[in-house]
């Protein structure tokens, strides 16, 4: 699949990804997805390809964007949205839920720890909902996420959350 060229953009390896819907395989078939700072949509697209039901891609990289569309209708996609926005402004107001979301926003930003507080301030999240992230640093957690799987790979951590909504 094509990658707009920027900078910005960290594919989430082979790997990595591999590991990862080893990891959602029992949860994956008919789920709702976001993946929130979508880069290239890698991790939407494997959503979509193993058995996801729906998948929200949102990127605000206009070249980023650009090719998101074109590999839609490459892959004559269907289950996908693609909004052009700011991940956390995007998270603002929503009143859709999701069983899996994936976070890989560009690292040193405090994006991770932000999107994670909006998606329980927002009520994003279904109950029992899993939340993958990738960061290049540790991150501190908000009340109601709790860490199911994580690994390293390179200078990459990366975990899978587990959403509880117990008050």
């Given amino acids: 699949m094509p990658v707009a060229n920027n900078s910005e953009l960290r594919p989430t390896p082979d790997r990595v990804r591999e590991t990862l819907f080893n990891w959602l395989q029992p949860v994956i078939e008919g789920s709702e997805c976001l993946d929130l700072f979508a880069g290239t949509g890698v991790l939407g697209f494997e959503a979509l390809s193993r058995g996801a039901s729906h998948v929200c891609l949102v990127e605000q990289n206009d070249a980023a964007l650009r090719q998101l569309h074109d590999n839609i ?8 949205d693609l909004d052009q926005s700011d991940g956390l402004a995007w998270l603002a107001g929503k009143d859709k839920q999701f069983d899996i979301v994936f976070i890989d926003p560009p690292f040193g930003k405090g994006l991770v720890e ?9 009520h994003c999240l279904k109950p ?7 960061t290049g640093a540790d991150v501190r957690l908000p009340s109601g996420l709790e860490t199911v799987r994580r690994k390293k790979a390179g200078q ?3 975990m899978l959350l587990k959403y509880s909504n117990e008050d």
């Fill in 73 to 80: 209708e490459t892959l004559n996609a269907e289950g996908v």
């Fill in 114 to 122: 932000k999107s994670c507080e909006e998606l329980i301030t927002q």
């Fill in 128 to 134: 029992g909902a899993l939340v993958y992230v990738e």
């Fill in 156 to 158: 990459v951590q990366y």
